[in-house]
């Protein structure tokens, strides 16, 4: 049983749309990040998001933290093919659990 | 600067056989974390080493998993009898600060493969 849930589990878009990928938890988080992992490397961080209903912009990448510190999504403005990877969450408990990741596949 | 590093990256061994797993951390990171991910997954928890205190052990499957740190640097994953199902990358990271949402720095990992 996975103590954070991902959805979608993959998700295959063309390059420019947006997409929305959600993490959630029955449980509530000190913190929680957001990493991307390609093929043969460790994952790395994106983001941190602490305080209940956070929002944070990387660029094309908008992380929003729930009011109840117990979910997350991410939001990819005009998706492009160097989008593509694993995406993970994270969450701080006693040490660090992450989900089982959005496989994003964006296509030129 | 050097990031943390994992040795060997493949490894191939035969089922029944014991193998040991390498992970150098940055310099100065006080924790440092083991997980696995089998193909195409997530990553699963195993184990926590922060500092001196006690490792969290709670992630390790079955007491053929063992890790240590010595001298709160290198860290080794061993794995005994070795089964089928072990077959995954294994990844390691470490971290700088003793607070828990400081990020994850994470090695390339070792892919092994039990055959």
């Known amino acids: 049983t996975q103590l954070l849930e991902q959805s979608p589990q993959f998700l295959s878009i063309q390059e420019g749309e947006n997409l929305t990928v959600y993490c959630n938890s029955s449980?509530?988080?000190?913190?929680l990040q957001w990493y991307r992992q390609e093929p043969g490397e460790g994952p790395v961080l994106l983001v941190t998001?602490?305080?209940?209903?956070e929002v944070k912009k990387l660029k094309r990448l908008t992380f929003q933290f729930g009011d109840a510190r117990k979910d997350s999504s991410l939001h990819i403005t005009a998706a492009q093919p160097g989008d593509t990877g694993l995406y993970l969450c994270?969450?701080?408990?006693?040490?660090?659990?992450f989900g089982a990741g959005t496989r994003l596949t964006v296509k030129p | 600067g050097a990031g943390v590093s994992q040795s060997p990256s493949n490894k191939v061994t035969e089922k029944g056989k014991d193998v040991e797993l390498r992970c150098d951390p940055i310099?100065?990171?006080?924790?440092l974390y083991w997980y696995r991910q089998s193909l195409g997954q997530g990553l699963e928890f195993l184990i926590y080493?922060?500092?001196?205190?006690?490792?969290?052990k709670s992630g390790l499957p079955s007491d053929r998993f063992s890790a240590e740190r010595t001298g709160g640097s290198v860290s080794t994953l061993t794995i005994q009898r070795t089964q089928q199902e072990d077959s995954a990358v294994y990844l390691c990271?470490?971290?700088?600060?003793?607070?828990?949402?400081?990020?994850?720095?994470f090695g390339n990992g070792t892919r092994l493969t039990v055959t």
């Open positions: 080493f922060q500092g001196n205190s006690a490792p969290d």
């Open positions: 990271a470490s971290s700088l600060s003793s607070v828990l949402n400081s990020p994850l720095h």
């Open positions: 998001v602490v305080t209940g209903g």
């Open positions: 310099s100065g990171h006080t924790a």
């Open positions: 994270a969450g701080v408990y006693n040490d660090m659990r």
């Open positions: 449980s509530v988080f000190s913190s």
